[in-house]
């Protein structure tokens, strides 16, 4: 069994900065991919930034330039550094990971993380 619990979200005033964490554990023989994307209010859920296991990045044009995601393998934990936080990054954020078992790959999500930014 895998488990991702994603962790860091909270209040921020616009311009400020949160750092959002995500750990998985269990039954982990590697893992691939690590995404996050996030859920406004009303919105459809949208892909934030992705780090592939070579640690390439990609980003949604609306946080680039501002967001960093990282992943630590040791750790099997991803990162998303938030800085020069908008009132629209409001949201829940969700971590994703494609992870190997040893008998399959499977897509697992976090819980998710509400982040605030006040103006």
């Known amino acids: 069994q895998v488990q991702l619990v994603g962790s860091g979200g909270g209040v921020a005033q616009a311009g400020g900065s949160l750092r959002l964490s995500c750990a998985a554990s269990g039954s982990i023989f590697s893992i691939n991919a690590m995404d996050w994307y996030r859920q406004a209010p009303g919105k459809q859920r949208e892909l934030v930034a992705v780090i592939t296991s070579d640690s390439s990045t990609n980003y949604a044009d609306s946080v680039k330039g501002r967001f960093t995601i990282s992943r630590d393998n040791a750790k099997n934990t991803v990162y998303l550094q938030m800085n020069s936080l908008k009132p629209e990054d409001t949201a829940v954020y969700y971590c994703?990971?494609?992870?190997?078992?040893?008998?399959?790959?499977?897509?697992?999500w976090g819980q998710g993380t509400l982040v605030t930014v006040s103006s």
């Open positions: 994703r990971a494609e992870i190997e078992n040893g008998k399959y790959v499977g897509q697992y």
